[in-house]
């Protein structure tokens, strides 16, 4: 038995994707959501159709206090948790000009602190061979975006990926995965990003499945830490 993965912000979109994907694929789920308890009691639903248990975790992660506790709860409920999916994020558009401190504050609180603590919380209980997939972004290559405190705040879970790998191993790898252009951000539907799959390599988006892929390869191969894989469909090459 593959064991349990808990992944953040998994009740719809690309983490909804990864708890299917991966339930599909042996693991039990530990699915943690913030406002979307509906969506997430029908993956818990799929995910336990395919054969694996599903555990709920609802936390807001913005919430210090909230992240303290993530990891007790779901080693209480979920001994064999192995693996932690760093998935949950928010994405607002700002140029450095139009940037707050609010908005600053909540993407590094949710996007970085929330990763990093439950990280370090997750390594001290999850044994030999844990493991800790944090999803990027493919703009950390960049240095243009209108995004500009989410680009930071990505690049800098990025440095964190690769400095916690260093400091985890050999017991737990960490590596991070870059998606490209997936999902359209709410609110806007597929037209955006057929309009700018044109600028990349590919010529056209993503599926969620190539982010599953990429996950299902980061976990598999035991030799692989510290290591940022793109599925972007070659948008990091600029
Ligand atoms: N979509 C893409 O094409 C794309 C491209 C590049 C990178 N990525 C990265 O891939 C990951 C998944 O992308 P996505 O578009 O599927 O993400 P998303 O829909 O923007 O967000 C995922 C989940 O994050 C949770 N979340 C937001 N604020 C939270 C908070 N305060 N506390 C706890 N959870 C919170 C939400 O949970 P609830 O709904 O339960 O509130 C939400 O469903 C993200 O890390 C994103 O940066 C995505």
New binding site residues.
Partial sequence: MAGTVLI??A?????RALALGLARHGWDIAL?????RQ??ESAAEQVRQAGRTCELFP????DPQAVRTLIPRVFEKCPHCRVLIN?????KRAPLSETTEDLFDRHFA??VR?PLFLSKDFAARCGEGGQIVN?????IERTFTPYFAYALS?KALAAFTELAARELAPRVRVNGV??????PP?GEGPEYLARLAKKIPAGRPGAVDD?VRAVLFLLENEFVTGQILFADGGEHLG
Avoid: M, Q
């Fill in positions: 953040t912000g009740a719809r979109r690309i983490g943690h959501y913030h406002r979307s969506e997430a936390a807001d992660l913005s998935n949950a994020s928010i994405f949710i996007n929330a999803l990027l972004d493919a703009k990505k870059c998606p490209g252009l997936i999902l709410e982010v």
